[in-house]
């Protein structure tokens, strides 16, 4: 028998503008700009203020004189959001603080589409008719704009390597069809200056691109004048051909011919650093060994890296966060760079006066204006979102650097104190999640360099003294370690673990391992040298 029960769940559940609020705080600066302008292509009431000198001078000027104006209000950028509005984030931002790690699905839209079916027949804009303008998000904690020269990087403009290539394929003596196999050659090049695929491949997309029926001999033919081109060793097709590339370009003394030698016979040897077994093989002296394994060691592995730009868009870290320190003083500031500041177009306001002040107000006129208020919801909300995403991220630098000022201070590994997500999620009274977020891809400038927010994050290393040390200390005395170890006798793990128990520190030969790995320090056999 079906019975019908009533009951009552309390669940939570992300609000739009919480999901909007997550999304924002864990964008780097770097791709702030983007999601920007992304907002501002679907929501006309976003735009960049950007004043005139004049008209800001102007402005202060008749402030006096405007006062009784309701429209002069319009061109403060430094009014605050309205109350209720405020009200609403306020407490938005709260709940997302307490919450644990949602699983979000994505979605493009404002979060005031939600409200595409609203009320046409009574609309209420008393709170769209105030004067009050919708103000930036630019805070007192934000660093200098655009007009301020950083000493950040500049991307260089130059060509690419794979413009060099092919300028360099067009001067080659090669007829119509050998500059379509040499062009699809130089396009299947990767990132380190390798052809990995197979040349029988290489014919089938010329075959179906271009309608070229070629050989993998012809292929061959043209892959060699390819190789030939700068910078040395490019187009090869594993690590072994490509260090041969380069030796045929050298002087071919009897180091150069027994570094050939090397790699053609022994290089499985070469590359376990099996130095008795290569000198058995090719019947070589400790001298002659040495001297050819020098001469290994300079050429360049990876030669698609070596070119005006590579062959890939060169990338600059952007900082999210830039540190000062003024005679002991930490001055901690956002990078505004890549953030312009936005407001509600006023003409929105002024759309709402109209349809207020109007006599007949028909359909198509409420549905206008319904539209509009949706858009401007939307605006004044992803306003609020940034500006509680420069204040969290404020929040937990601020945090970050109060913990760990001792290195802030000198820039000293060894003073960085044991730190865990959880640790400024209480100081700040913010859930993990959020701090997760905060951490994931935000990186700050300080005098020492730029450091991403995760190296401040380390477990603790129990200590005979019985207190913690951060494992980033104990990586960079095992580091020192390994930087002053005998060559001829590198130092295992079982002797690096001795050593930094009688430093004091309590760690096992599987800890120093798992660390020397994070270091990407190979094993104490491929670290020997002649």
């Given at each position: 028998?079906?019975?019908?029960?009533?009951?009552?769940?309390?669940?939570?559940?992300?609000?739009?503008?919480?999901?909007?609020?997550?999304?924002?705080?864990?964008?780097?600066?770097?791709?702030?700009?983007?999601?920007?302008?992304?907002?501002?292509?679907?929501?006309?009431?976003?735009?960049?203020?950007?004043?005139?000198?004049?008209?800001?001078?102007?402005?202060?000027?008749?402030?006096?004189?405007?006062?009784?104006?309701?429209?002069?209000?319009?061109?403060?950028?430094?009014?605050?959001?309205?109350e209720d509005f405020d009200d609403r984030s306020s407490n938005d931002s709260e709940m997302a603080?307490?919450?644990?790690?949602?699983?979000?699905?994505?979605?493009?839209?404002?979060?005031?589409?939600?409200?595409?079916?609203?009320?046409?027949?009574?609309?209420?804009?008393?709170?769209?008719?105030?004067?009050?303008?919708?103000?930036?998000?630019?805070?007192?904690?934000?660093?200098?704009?655009?007009?301020?020269?950083?000493?950040?990087?500049?991307?260089?403009?130059?060509?690419?390597?794979?413009?060099?290539?092919?300028?360099?394929?067009?001067?080659?003596?090669?007829?119509?069809?050998?500059?379509?196999?040499?062009?699809?050659?130089?396009?299947?090049?990767?990132?380190?200056?390798?052809?990995?695929?197979?040349?029988?491949?290489?014919?089938?997309?010329?075959?179906?691109?271009?309608?070229?029926?070629?050989?993998?001999?012809?292929?061959?033919?043209?892959?060699?004048?390819?190789?030939?081109?700068?910078?040395?060793?490019?187009?090869?097709?594993?690590?072994?051909?490509?260090?041969?590339?380069?030796?045929?370009?050298?002087?071919?003394?009897?180091?150069?011919?027994?570094?050939?030698?090397?790699?053609?016979?022994?290089?499985?040897?070469?590359?376990?650093?099996?130095?008795?077994?290569?000198?058995?093989?090719?019947?070589?002296?400790?001298?002659?060994?040495?001297?050819?394994?020098?001469?290994?060691?300079?050429?360049?592995?990876?030669?698609?890296?070596?070119?005006?730009?590579?062959?890939?868009?060169?990338?600059?870290?952007?900082?999210?966060?830039?540190?000062?320190?003024?005679?002991?003083?930490?001055?901690?500031?956002?990078?505004?760079?890549?953030?312009?500041?936005?407001?509600?177009?006023?003409?929105?306001?002024?759309?709402?006066?109209?349809?207020?002040?109007?006599?007949?107000?028909?359909?198509?006129?409420?549905?206008?204006?319904?539209?509009?208020?949706?858009?401007?919801?939307?605006?004044?909300?992803?306003?609020?979102?940034?500006?509680?995403?420069?204040?969290?991220?404020?929040?937990?630098?601020?945090?970050?650097?109060?913990?760990?000022?001792?290195?802030?201070?000198?820039?000293?590994?060894?003073?960085?104190?044991?730190?865990?997500?959880?640790?400024?999620?209480?100081?700040?009274?913010?859930?993990?999640?959020?701090?997760?977020?905060?951490?994931?891809?935000?990186?700050?400038?300080?005098?020492?360099?730029?450091?991403?927010?995760?190296?401040?994050?380390?477990?603790?290393?129990?200590?005979?003294?019985?207190?913690?040390?951060?494992?980033?200390?104990?990586?960079?005395?095992?580091?020192?370690?390994?930087?002053?170890?005998?060559?001829?006798?590198?130092?295992?793990?079982?002797?690096?673990?001795?050593?930094?128990?009688?430093?004091?520190?309590?760690?096992?030969?599987?800890?120093?391992?798992?660390?020397?790995?994070?270091?990407?320090?190979?094993?104490?056999?491929?670290?020997?040298?002649?």
């Amino acid at each position: 028998m079906q019975r019908l029960d009533l009951k009552q769940l309390l669940s939570q559940k992300l609000s739009p503008q919480q999901i909007q609020f997550i999304k924002l705080l864990q964008i780097p600066t770097a791709e702030l700009e983007t999601r920007i302008k992304e907002e501002m292509e679907v929501n006309p009431a976003l735009e960049e203020d950007e004043p005139d000198d004049a008209e800001e001078l102007d402005r202060d000027d008749d402030d006096s004189d405007d006062s009784d104006d309701p429209d002069s209000s319009l061109d403060n950028d430094e009014n605050t959001l309205d109350e209720d509005f405020d009200d609403r984030s306020s407490n938005d931002s709260e709940m997302a603080d307490e919450m644990p790690e949602p699983e979000i699905q994505p979605k493009d839209e404002g979060p005031a589409d939600t409200e595409a079916n609203a009320d046409n027949t009574d609309l209420d804009l008393s709170d769209y008719l105030n004067d009050d303008e919708i103000a930036g998000y630019k805070m007192q904690g934000d660093g200098p704009g655009e007009e301020e020269e950083r000493d950040t990087p500049l991307a260089d403009t130059s060509g690419s390597l794979l413009d060099s290539l092919l300028d360099q394929l067009h001067f080659a003596s090669l007829d119509e069809r050998q500059e379509a196999i040499g062009q699809q050659l130089i396009g299947s090049i990767d990132g380190d200056g390798y052809i990995r695929r197979d040349l029988s491949a290489i014919a089938n997309d010329l075959a179906f691109s271009q309608n070229l029926e070629v050989t993998v001999p012809e292929i061959e033919a043209v892959l060699r004048v390819v190789q030939q081109f700068d910078p040395p060793g490019i187009a090869a097709r594993d690590l072994p051909e490509c260090l041969l590339l380069q030796l045929e370009r050298r002087p071919q003394d009897e180091n150069t011919v027994n570094a050939e030698r090397i790699l053609t016979d022994t290089f499985e040897e070469f590359s376990k650093k099996h130095y008795p077994r290569i000198q058995q093989k090719l019947d070589l002296e400790d001298d002659e060994l040495k001297e050819a394994i020098n001469v290994i060691l300079k050429l360049n592995p990876k030669p698609g890296g070596s070119g005006p730009s590579g062959l890939g868009k060169t990338q600059y870290l952007m900082p999210d966060f830039i540190l000062t320190n003024d005679n002991g003083i930490f001055n901690l500031t956002l990078n505004a760079r890549n953030a312009p500041e936005l407001r509600v177009s006023p003409a929105y306001t002024e759309m709402f006066r109209t349809y207020d002040k109007a006599a007949k107000k028909d359909t198509k006129m409420k549905e206008a204006v319904t539209f509009v208020k949706q858009k401007l919801d939307s605006a004044k909300w992803f306003i609020d979102a940034i500006r509680q995403r420069q204040n969290t991220l404020l929040r937990t630098m601020n945090a970050i650097v109060e913990l760990q000022r001792d290195f802030f201070a000198e820039g000293d590994e060894g003073k960085l104190k044991p730190m865990i997500l959880k640790d400024i999620a209480q100081r700040i009274g913010m859930d993990i999640s959020t701090v997760s977020r905060v951490a994931n891809s935000k990186s700050i400038q300080t005098e020492f360099g730029i450091y991403p927010l995760k190296y401040f994050f380390s477990e603790g290393i129990a200590t005979d003294s019985g207190e913690d040390a951060s494992s980033r200390e104990v990586k960079s005395i095992l580091k020192d370690l390994i930087g002053t170890e005998s060559k001829e006798r590198p130092l295992s793990d079982d002797k690096l673990e001795k050593m930094l128990n009688a430093r004091g520190y309590n760690i096992a030969r599987r800890t120093v391992a798992k660390y020397r790995e994070q270091l990407n320090i190979p094993v104490a056999r491929l670290r020997k040298e002649l």
